[in-house]
């Protein structure tokens, strides 16, 4: 199942269409969740709490009426199931990401969602859902490549499995970014007189990019892959392929240059200045 939030704003709408069209193309059935709460710091006695409840739902169910038309326009035969709740937002998604294949959510937000990608409530919520987390990004679709980003590390090879897999059903080209950075070695050389030999590093990394994409291309025969290894910042390196791609997919943990992707800096600048969809694939071993 597809799991996507809605909230009624615009980049919500642009995420109900998008996880539409995924699942006609994968076959699942889809979900729409919209949640509300009661704004904090209402004048105590001037609004009756039951009052602002009703309100509330109601709007909910206005907006979920809205993301079915949506849906309607994508495809008549999808009947998408829909939950309205009173709840926090990260705990609701988590929930409901147990069941799903795919959780999307649009980039900005209103009600409920105002926020969602903003600070420590991503990366709250990439920690904790249990499927793959799809933020749309970019004005409209692209047909250009899928670009995933590849560390050093085996558990990392979900977000592989997944970039793969999405690019073989939307019979795209992939884009393998491996990253790496030595900041040690640039320390040292700010006072080195000599040119350093990187070529070892640079042959590591390709060693490196090729063990991560080992077997998947004989799962995938049909999939063309275009091999980066650059030495740079990983948002830098996916920022610059990520230009005219369709999606670009990241880990939640990494090692090298992609350590702490969706935990720092680094994450939040992908999601906020991707210029496309960004997938956010749970890579750590689950507790």
Same mark, same amino acid.
């Given at each position: 199942?597809?799991?996507?939030? %809605? ?8 995420? !109900? #269409? ?6 006609? #193309? ?6 729409? %969740? ?7 710091? @209402? ?23 809205? =993301? ?14 829909? %939950? ?7 705990? &609701?998604? =988590? ?38 987390? &799809? +933020? ?10 899928? !670009?995933?980003? &590849?560390?050093? @590390?085996?558990? =990392? ?16 080209? @992939?884009?393998? +970014? ?6 040690? +070695? ?42 980066? &290894? ?19 997919? !990241? ?29 956010? +694939? #749970? ?5």
């Amino acid at each position: 199942m597809i799991v996507v939030g %809605v909230d009624g704003s615009p980049s919500s709408l642009q995420a !109900v #269409r998008w996880a539409a069209e995924e699942a006609v #193309r994968h076959g699942h059935p889809l979900k729409l %969740v919209h949640v509300h709460q009661t704004p904090a710091g @209402l004048p105590g006695g001037m609004l009756d709490p039951a009052v602002v409840g009703t309100a509330l739902r109601a709007q909910g169910e206005s907006r979920l009426r809205e =993301a079915r038309e949506t849906v309607a326009e994508v495809s008549a035969d999808l009947r998408p199931a829909s %939950v309205l709740a009173p709840a926090p937002v990260v705990p &609701v998604l =988590a929930e409901e990401s147990l069941d799903a294949s795919l959780l999307v959510l649009g980039s900005r937000g209103l009600g409920g969602f105002t926020g969602l990608l903003i600070g420590s409530t991503a990366v709250a919520l990439a920690g904790r859902v249990h499927c793959p987390m &799809v +933020v749309i990004r970019g004005d409209g679709p692209a047909e250009g490549p899928i !670009v995933v980003g &590849v560390d050093g @590390l085996r558990d =990392a090879e979900a977000a592989v499995a997944f970039a793969f897999e999405e690019v073989s059903r939307h019979h795209a080209d @992939l884009v393998a +970014v491996h990253a790496w950075t030595e900041p040690v +070695v640039d320390t040292v050389l700010l006072g080195h007189s000599e040119p350093l030999d990187f070529a070892p590093v640079q042959q590591r990394a390709y060693e490196t990019l090729g063990e991560r994409l080992a077997g998947w291309q004989e799962k995938y025969p049909d999939v063309r892959v275009v091999r980066e &290894v650059v030495r740079d910042h990983p948002s830098r390196a996916l920022l610059r392929h990520a230009e005219g791609a369709r999606l670009v997919v !990241v880990g939640t943990r990494g090692r090298g240059g992609f350590r702490g992707l969706l935990l720092g800096s680094t994450g939040q600048h992908l999601l906020h200045h991707a210029p496309c969809p960004v997938a956010v +694939v #749970r890579t750590e071993p689950r507790t």
